[in-house]
């Protein structure tokens, strides 16, 4: 199965900024899937991104606060602009289902102060 | 409204036992169930995936079974470890692949 390296880890910010966060997957996806998960909250998806094409927001998140971009089949990053405290949550992208599942990465933790 | 469910409840068992974990869902078709583990400040680990036309799954010590008439799919863990102490999330499938809803996930604490 994919492996995928996602950075940061963890970061804590101040309101009004934005992070880029980024995934790295050692092989070559179609699809890649943006999450965030809110503490004791099931995983929630922010939008499915394919390449060369625009990203699909689910219900709740538009493309303005969660910018995407999916310039190759092995990248992707999703930004968090003009952040707010209540943005504060923990963000994986994950990769394909297939018969081995997700892949996902193993999350960045941010906090906004 | 459509609703995956898992116990919020921690479940706490005694090392060598028998964990069990329910999922259960209302107002999906899936064409598939997984399930996943989660350490803290881990991305979820894929352990197993079960279609509709199959009762049981089998992995190791874990055992997962469907059922599409009570809508519900049950998480074994035979012999239990300390090293399974973690959140066990289940997943539905409800577009063919293209986009999977994920319980809140049961925390297992198994004492040693």
Known sequence: SAVISQKPSRDICQRGTSLTIQCQVDSQVTMMFWYRQQPGQSLTLIATANQGSEATYESGFVIDKFPISRPNLTFSTLTVSNMSPEDSSIYLCSVDPGQDGYTFGSGTRLTVV | ?112
């Open chain 2, 1 to 112: 409204s459509q609703k995956i469910e898992q116990n919020s409840e921690a479940l706490n068992i005694q090392e060598g036992k028998t964990a069990t974990l329910t999922c259960n869902y209302t107002n999906y078709s899936p064409a598939y169930l997984q399930w996943y583990r989660q350490d803290p400040g881990r991305g979820p680990v894929f352990l197993l995936l079960i279609r509709e036309n199959e009762k049981e799954k089998r992995k190791e010590r874990l055992k997962v079974t469907f059922d599409t008439t009570l809508k519900q799919s049950l998480f074994h863990i035979t012999a239990s470890q300390p090293a399974d102490s973690a959140t066990y999330l289940c997943a539905l499938d409800i577009t063919g692949g293209f986009k999977t809803i994920f319980g809140a996930g049961t925390r297992l604490f198994v004492k040693a």
